[in-house]
């Protein structure tokens, strides 16, 4: 059994430029007037920005099972791990660096449910489906989470992308098969 590096980008991190990409098409101009202000940032980052996507977990999709890679003749690549991605997506309220009113930040955040709801599928560059859906995250999970940023709770959209494949490093050598050998046996009738 060896190891060798996978030989594809990040799964996580082509999810999050996929993500990034959809909402720069669907909010800009009309909402968010230039791309450049839609980030993967973080709540606390001290950034000029309208919108930040922030991933803020990342679990086990073990629903889905999936089959070795043949690599060549004689090597498989163990099975891709499919995990589960949670993300945040909120709008700036620092006015420091341009932040938005509280009546545009509605709008804002309608038109991000609009483009989760309208986009539930979005393909990555390996041609791999990844399905968004919206989180129903409690109360109080939202309000630990935004004290961990030593924020104040303030309205975002809570969306899950699964599944994100991400491939295994390790590969096992497999026998190459050199000849078969089949027998064949009349049935007897009644039998």
């Known amino acids: 059994m060896g190891s060798d590096k996978a030989g594809v980008g990040s799964g996580i991190s082509e999810t999050g430029k996929c993500i990034l990409k ?30 930040g996507i922030y991933l803020y977990d990342i679990q086990d999709h073990s629903v889905m099972t999936t089959a070795e890679i043949p690599v060549s003749d004689t090597l498989r690549r163990f099975p891709p791990k499919a995990v589960e991605l949670s993300y945040l997506v909120f709008c700036n309220e620092t006015h420091r660096f ?24 979005i393909e990555r560059k390996e041609g791999e489906s ?3 859906s919206f989180l129903r995250e409690n109360v109080e999970f939202k309000i630990r989470l935004w004290g961990s940023f030593n924020r104040p709770l303030q309205p975002a959209v809570y969306l899950k992308a699964a599944p994100v494949l991400i491939e295994s490093g390790r590969l096992r050598s497999a026998g ?16």
């Open 22 to 51: 959809l909402f720069r098409k669907r909010l800009c101009p009309e909402f968010v007037r230039d791309e450049d202000l839609i980030l993967l940032t973080s709540p606390w980052e001290e950034a000029d920005y309208r919108v």
């Open 98 to 121: 341009g932040g938005v009113q509280r009546e545009q930040i509605q709008t804002v955040l309608t038109e991000i449910v609009r483009t989760v709801y309208d986009n539930p599928e």
């Open 130 to 132: 990844v399905f968004l």
């Open 176 to 191: 190459r098969v050199q000849e078969r050998e089949y027998q064949v046996e009349k049935k007897e009738e009644g039998e």
